[in-house]
C-alpha cells in the first residue's frame, strides 16, 4: 500500500491540470486510479525512483496473480497451443498485442481492452518506448504491420503489437487479407528476434468489429502454414468462452 501510494503521489504530482484528486483509502479503489494515472500519462521519461517502485508493485501485483509458463501447458496440435486466461500473466517468448495505429497504448482510463491491460502491467516504460519507435518512422502504424518492444514488468520477454482491421458493415476479402497479414507480421517479426514461442490474442475480434468464428480460421489457417516452415511454438490465448469453443473446435 505504502508503494502503491508513493507511486500515484508521483504521477500527480507530474501534471497540474487534473485538479484536487483525493487519494482513496481501499486498495482497490487505489490501483484503480494509479491505472488511470498510467493509462493518461503521456509518453515521458520516468526517473529512476518511480520506475524501481513501478517494477517492484507490478511484478509483486503480477505474481499475485499467478503466471503460467507455457512449458507448463499441453499442446492442442503439434506447436500449437490453446490456452484462456490472461495474456499478461503468461511467460513466453513473446505475447501480441491488438494495437491501435497510434502505436502508443490506450489513453481510455481503465478501460478493458487488452492494449490498456497490457500497458498498465507492463509499465509505463512501454508506452514510452512505441512512442520513440513511432516517432523515429514518422507516420501511424498501417494495418496489417507489427513492432516489437521490450515487455518490462510482464513475465514474457517481448511484446509485439500488431494493428489489426476494423470490420464495419460487411466482411470484405481485404478485412481477411489485412488480418492474415497482421498474424504473419507478428510470426515473421518473431522468427527474424529469435524467439521460440509466441502468444496471440484474438486479434480485431473486440471492438474492431472482426467476426470471431472468421478470426479464429484465418489465425488457425495461417499459423498452420507457417509453422511448417519455421520453429515456433504458438499459444492462441483465448479470454471469451465462445472463442475458446471456435479455437477448440478447429484445431480438435
Not at 487488452?114 to 494495418?143: K, S, W
Not at 511448417?228 to 483465448?238: G, T
Request: proline fraction near 3%.
Amino acid at each position: 500500500m505504502s508503494r502503491l501510494n508513493y507511486l500515484i503521489n508521483h504521477l500527480l504530482s507530474e501534471r497540474n491540470d487534473l485538479g484536487n484528486i483525493t487519494i482513496p483509502d481501499n486498495e482497490q479503489d487505489k490501483f484503480r486510479l494509479y491505472r488511470s494515472l498510467v493509462n493518461i500519462r503521456p509518453a515521458w521519461q520516468a526517473d529512476k525512483s518511480f520506475l524501481q517502485a513501478e517494477d517492484e508493485y507490478l511484478t509483486a501485483l503480477t505474481t499475485s496473480k499467478g503466471i503460467t509458463n507455457i512449458a507448463d501447458l499441453t499442446p492442442i496440435e503439434n506447436e500449437i497451443y490453446l490456452w484462456q486466461g490472461d495474456i499478461t500473466t503468461l511467460r513466453c517468448g513473446a505475447i501480441v498485442n491488438a494495437a491501435n495505429s497510434g502505436m502508443t497504448g490506450c489513453w481510455q482510463p481503465c478501460h478493458s481492452c487488452i492494449d490498456n491491460c497490457i500497458h498498465t502491467f507492463a509499465g509505463v516504460r512501454l508506452r514510452y518506448e512505441c512512442d520513440r519507435i513511432m516517432q523515429e518512422q514518422g507516420h501511424e502504424e498501417p494495418t496489417g504491420k507489427a513492432k516489437i518492444t521490450s515487455a518490462y514488468n510482464l513475465p514474457c520477454d517481448h511484446v509485439i503489437h500488431t494493428v489489426g482491421p476494423v470490420v464495419q458493415g460487411q466482411l470484405t476479402d481485404e478485412h481477411c487479407r489485412l488480418l492474415e497479414s497482421s498474424y504473419r507480421s507478428c510470426l515473421e517479426l518473431a522468427v527474424q528476434n529469435s524467439i521460440d514461442s509466441i502468444a496471440f490474442c484474438c486479434i480485431s475480434t473486440g471492438v474492431f468489429g472482426f467476426p470471431q468464428r472468421e478470426a479464429a480460421e484465418i489465425a488457425v489457417r495461417t499459423v498452420r502454414e507457417f509453422i511448417k516452415k519455421h520453429a515456433i511454438k504458438v499459444i492462441f490465448n483465448v479470454f471469451k468462452e465462445d472463442d475458446h469453443e471456435y479455437y477448440k473446435e478447429l484445431l480438435g
